[in-house]
DNA sequence: CATGAATGAGCCTTCATTCAT
DNA sequence: TATGAATGAAGGCTCATTCAT
């Protein structure tokens, strides 16, 4: 009880700024970003207009933290997950883990709708976009990571660098999450992005064989 | 009598409506459909803003129209190219042969920055979406013939179904074409596709075989 | 009757330009550029607000062409006026009766909170001011021309050139009008006018002779 | 005992408003009254946005006092300059003198842009303006002491009342100001201020004379 | 069919001022 | 006194669409 004069001045205004945000975050899931108006945010988040602007220097920029978030957030979390694999893990089987942990992510914690404005958004050229031109780099390295420690231990071998086989990852993973956005729920994304990795794997397998070609 | 100035009449109304669409499309191409607006649009087809709705419903639905013509276009190129292809050439050939024409096609036909509007629109919600909700649906259909025939003539052996390769196909066609979109110029389209193509027609060879999983 | 028909579309057109031209004159004639915003404008011309849009491209932009009009208008005015003096009237006479003649048309066709905003926005730096950087740069070219011939004739003796001549005579009109606008309705701008270049007229035939300095 | 804490908290106001205030001044003279807001102002003196209504109204009557000072400042530097001059010196050259000390002051220590918002605001029509209604009175007043001084000794003679003499220096003044104002840096105030007065001071000679008119 | 003037809802942003702490 | 978060009215401008000629 008491819980108003629990809060201090700041803390006050980092939980207006909060509620503005996660109004923000709410809204733009649920219409996209230009079917939401500043109106609208600060009528959900129960404020004035004004007090956005206090928060928040403008739409865009707004927008383009907000993608910020998402992206780091995401790389974060794959990073951890990796790195919590037990060490002697095959490389084949951290791969497929990594892709299965990242339609996890994805589709629980930013989910389809979010995941199409973040991918229009980079298909983009407004401002905004230059806020977020590398969605996916930390992702690049981490499979870079990944593939070059089981080229160096020669538990795997390819004519091609860890760089080329990330990119193909990388693209892979790309085509899997627009699918996805694009067709869901008819497209279930972990399990199609593990069916297609696999393929994926073997391919390189096969690709790196003496008879091949 | 008067067939002649209906005729010319007729023809003239064509060539008006022809004219705001092109100009629509070449705005849209440079801009994004939400950077140009009916007057840019008028102004650059040198008829008068009324003219517009003469010919068209609305902005959105020219947008419509336009987005359809593109996806018939291509799916018709893309089928014509397959059936002119050698009937006897080997299934995995054909699959390379379309995917490198199909690059082709993107690259020079649409271009990257339409490609990426195209792509934008796909993810979006508005009712453009729905204009193009199947792009690629008859991309969709053609790698499945494509398969079907190979696997009917026992030419391609696999455990999948003809639908299911098809669709490993078009999401990695997908990744190939947003990262294109997205990274140009520093992915060659083409050479990338062949590339993940040769890899991924190397992991079905693979998955189909005994000593697989 | 039927006064409606009469006007053509063009003719309308017209008329709704200088209706929001007319309204947007009286009003910020009344209370000032800045006073005045786009609704009541409108309002006043009983139009819609885009109306305004479709004849003006800014309100800047329609301040700065009325400046425009205003100045082309007295510069026009005035060399009219000399023009139509009798071409034998002495320099003196022609001096004094133009400092009249000003103070006229100041008077009665621009009005003292009319010229007090045209001399604040000389004095502003925004990007009303560049449209008439050289608001007078035609009554120095006036005042040059009445000199010169003066000085030609040798009907008036000057050490000075008849550039800097007039440009004393710009600058005593300038304090004059300044004042005028401040001290309204207490100072009569034609009275002083005439007894201000009276002086003047005087301190440069004593400027000009042996005795002087 | 606690009047140390009581003055230093006393002066630590004082200075609170001071540095307000010369903040406000600085970006006022920079960027005109309507191009700075509290924000700026608040920000450029290093306190918090509420300080600004501790030791001030509101934003228009900063700005009215601001321009009282420069007022009483100016006006008190004129006279206690006149006052400094040797008591013998002719009145036509303590005229001169005191033209080309309105000229250093107006030119050091206002400058050119100041003294172009000055007169704007004395244009203007706002509560700003009331502040200020009075500026160039107590030049009035001076040059009248100053011409009245030398018609009481004869000195000087003029049909002309010393109010009425005064008028006449005081709109010279402000056109040179204003056209200083309006041609820096192509105007010399100084110089074109002394040939101005010069010409004024022979046209009042001549003009008292018999044989003038 | 063609024209282009007219419409008016919609949107982002600014800013002086207030007030609880 | 000092703080700075909160307020909300105000304002300039855009644009798809309509409709009388």
Redesign the interface.
Known sequence: MQEKSFKSRREQAAATKQKIYASAEQLFLR??F?AVNIDDIVKHAGVAKGSFYVHFESKNLLIATMINHYVWKTDDEYRAYWESLPPDLPVRDAVLALAGKIADVITASIGC?NM??L??T????SNRTHAMIDYNRALYQLFCDIIGKGLSTHEFRSPLSAYEIA??F???????T??W??RDPDFDLKE?AL??F??????????GSPH?T
Do not use: P
């Not at 980079?122 to 050229?125: D, I, M, T, V, Y």
């Not at 990388?170 to 899997?176: E, N």
């Open positions: 219409h996209g230009d709708k199409g404005i991918y229009q980079q298909l983009g050229e990119r193909h990388v693209t892979a993973y790309r085509g899997l627009f699918e956005c694009v199609q069916r297609h696999e393929i994926l794997l073997h391919g390189l397998d096969a690709y091949s």
